[in-house]
């Protein structure tokens, strides 16, 4: 790169870059092996024939530690392809950072419980400085797909069911990855639907559901810039998303004016043969190229057909032009033409006091407190304590999924922390439920039971059939509640579980997902009352397996399903309908009564905004923090709309017998949405807003919105 270029803008410099390239090393530029290293590859890379290299353990890198980053490798092989090949061309090194890199943070799932967009862009900003720090110039998160499925493994990975929530957390997590790395929307598009929540399965919905709920958080991701987007495995009523020109090149590229790189998931494009849409590898690579999709993940069918496809006028040139300008502008833009080299070759890093702390803050807020008869918190001065359960020495498995780079062995393990705190008033039982477990509870004022999955169930390939808790934990579970001793349930896991059980036996409960590095101090924080739960269900429980699907946006039907009662509704003949636990639910040491919505005006005209408030009050004896939801109710639109889809929300700090107010300032667009014939739009009429503590709210205000300069 001469050096006058370095003051061009970037795409002049893609351009002048573009123009001295030859067709082969613009192919190099769009193929992406994994796990590249300076021995066998040092032609490749010499040639420029390797764009970006990605380190993963393989296919399921979810759940598969691989040996680890070599910052050494990652520098031999930058030095061959800048100081060797005729160009100089960077290679872009990408890696899977989704909740954290050697400070490990709660699964996202659990970030989403905590419903703070600020608290996500700090740790995935931390998650960023550390990746660089070893090499990663760019991680494949977020995970941005909206699921109401919580036997999908991947659930785990997304930031729930909202796209108003997971849209907002999508924006701040890019922001903060983006200080220091590449960031990437995935999966696009509807992977949350696989069919029986089967992960890889066939999705089947039309373009006005991808629309007016899982385009919006992808939308959300390239509006705060994100520089990359990732396909998914998935077909789209029958078209697979390696090969979908409508939603990549027209949608994502064309209508969004997206420019930055498509990336294929993990052998997505030569996986068009096995989808049954190309007739070998070189088919996959035409349909992969003129779907839009830039960069070739792991199958290598583009390095090997795309020169020909060209040759053969298959593929237009401009088409392989515009792939190669995209990589090489979030080249410029990651600044690795400048600083192409990691920027430490010391020891591995690990966490800090500052990294612990922002981990245990975050674990804090995402343990959601679902019951509790009184016996949370504990004190500190409780005379003995049973910890039982299989978690109770645990560090691996409270990382959670996709973790490849964090450690076990850094984790304070949940016995570490509740013996600091509690010394020889601690006794406990380790792995599997025993009758020692029960001597111990008998003997112990309160029992704390660890339950729930390992990270193995969760993640990518690791879908479940039953959400039930895995074979004998509940069995034992009762046997313990039934010694008449208090037993609290802390359920860890990277789904929503089937807890009717469980919520009806332990005397209190709590969902503490996987929380990452500070899982056992984040515990003992909330347990004993050193920290308030204040975490919020982003994924509804459903009552049991069968209740599947069952979330906050289900559509208006023809027969009205009251959701704020446990009431027969003829959905089922053997079960009610309504969730175990709704959307939004969570609940405090303190208790809060929640005033109905005002609104600052009964009209707003289109292009006005109107502020809608609604006060609570800490009616309890402690200071707690609760989250007012602010949803919407369309009664009358041109499709059917969900029930309730979720606005905003709001956090009051309040002190015993304190009053807040929430005030929330809408614009009419937030009551917009896709039509039938695919195109955004407000309607006119009557809008009700409704505020609350969750999905069952019902409090509502109703606002008309009007032509504007209907009240002049
Ligand atoms: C995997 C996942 C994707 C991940 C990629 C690289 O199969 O689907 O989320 O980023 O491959 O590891």
Redesign the pocket.
């Known amino acids: 790169m001469k050096k006058w270029m370095r003051a061009l803008p970037i795409d002049e410099r893609v351009d002048a870059l573009l123009a001295e390239m030859t067709l082969p090393e613009k192919v190099g530029q769009l193929n992406q092996p994994a796990n590249v290293s300076p021995g066998p590859d040092r032609d490749a890379l010499a040639a420029g024939r390797i764009g970006s290299s990605?380190y993963?353990s393989g296919?399921?890198?979810?759940n598969v530690r691989d040996e680890g980053l070599s910052i050494r490798a990652i520098e031999q092989c930058q030095r061959i392809a800048v100081e060797e090949s005729r160009l100089g061309i960077p290679v872009l090194f990408g890696r899977?950072v989704i909740h954290g890199h050697r400070t490990v943070f709660p699964i996202p799932l659990g970030l989403a419980a905590a419903w703070d967009a600020e608290l996500v862009e700090r740790l995935c900003d931390v998650a960023g400085s550390e990746a660089l720090r070893e090499g990663v110039a760019w991680t494949?998160a977020p995970?941005v797909d909206i699921s109401e499925e919580p036997r999908w493994g991947r659930v785990a990975e997304g930031f729930g069911e909202s796209p108003a929530l997971s849209g907002r957390l999508a924006m701040a997590a890019v922001t903060g990855f983006q200080r220091h790395i590449g960031a990437t929307a995935?999966?696009f598009v509807g992977y949350g639907l696989a069919a029986g929540g089967r992960d890889y399965e066939s999705v089947q919905v039309g373009e006005n559901t991808l629309r007016n709920l899982h385009l919006r958080t992808f939308k959300a991701a390239v509006d705060a810039g994100v520089l990359s987007v990732?396909a998914s495995?998935n077909d789209i009523d029958g078209t697979p998303m390696h090969a979908n020109r409508r939603l990549i090149r027209e949608v994502l590229k064309q209508e969004w004016g997206f420019d930055g790189v498509v990336v294929a998931?993990?052998s997505g494009i030569g996986q068009l043969v096995d989808h049954g849409v190309a007739a070998d590898a070189r088919d996959a690579a035409r349909q992969g190229l003129l779907a839009g999709v830039d960069l070739d993940?792991a199958s290598g069918v583009y390095l090997a057909h795309l020169e020909s496809l060209v040759g053969d006028g298959e593929v237009p040139l401009d088409l392989l032009d515009d792939a190669v300008r995209r990589v090489l502008r979030m080249k410029f833009r990651l600044g690795l033409f400048d600083d192409p080299y990691p920027r430490t070759t010391a020891d591995p890093i690990g966490p800090t006091a500052a990294t612990r702390a922002l981990a245990r803050e975050a674990a804090v807020a995402s343990m959601v407190l679902v019951a509790n008869d009184g016996i949370l918190p504990l004190s500190d001065q409780v005379e003995s304590l049973h910890l039982t359960g299989p978690f109770v020495d645990e560090g691996e498995a409270l990382l959670g999924t996709w973790v490849l780079d964090g450690r076990g062995a850094d984790v304070p393990s949940p016995l570490v922390a509740f013996t600091d705190l509690l010394g020889d008033r601690l006794t406990h039982t380790d792995g599997r439920f025993s009758d020692l477990a029960a001597h111990r509870t008998r003997a112990a004022a309160v029992t704390v039971a660890l339950l729930g999955e390992h990270p193995s169930r969760s993640g990518?390939a690791n879908s479940v059939a039953d959400l039930g808790l895995p074979a004998g934990q509940l069995e034992a579970l009762k046997q313990l509640c039934g010694l008449g001793k208090p037993v609290v349930a802390v359920v860890f896991g990277g789904r929503p579980l089937d807890l009717a059980e469980v919520l009806r036996v332990a005397s209190a409960v709590i969902v503490a997902w996987h929380p990452g590095t500070e899982a056992g101090p984040a515990l003992a924080d909330v347990l004993f009352g050193r920290r308030e739960p204040s975490g919020r269900l982003p994924m509804t429980f459903p009552r049991s397996t069968g209740h599947v699907p069952s979330s906050v946006h289900a559509r208006a039907t023809s027969r009205v399903l009251d959701f704020t009662r446990d009431a027969w509704d003829g959905r089922y003949l053997d079960a009610l309908t309504q969730p175990q636990l709704p959307f939004g639910y969570g609940l405090s040491y303190t208790t809060f009564r929640h005033g109905g919505p005002v609104a600052s005006a009964s009209e707003v005209p289109f292009g006005g905004q109107v502020e809608v408030s609604a006060q609570v009050t800490n009616t309890g004896q402690r200071a707690g923090r609760e989250l007012v939801q602010l949803y919407l109710h369309d009664p009358v639109a041109e499709v059917t709309r969900p029930k309730l889809e979720l606005l905003d929300w709001q956090w009051l700090d309040l002190a015993p017998g304190e009053t807040g107010t929430a005030v929330f300032t809408i614009g009419t667009d937030a009551f917009g949405y896709f039509g039938r014939d695919l195109t955004w739009r407000v309607d006119q009429g009557l809008v009700r807003l409704i505020t609350g503590r969750d999905a069952t709210a019902s409090a509502a205000v109703e606002v008309r919105i009007v032509a504007a300069g209907a009240d002049e």
């Open positions: 990605l993963a296919a399921l890198g979810g899977d494949f995970m995935k999966h990732m495995f998931d993990w993940m990518e």
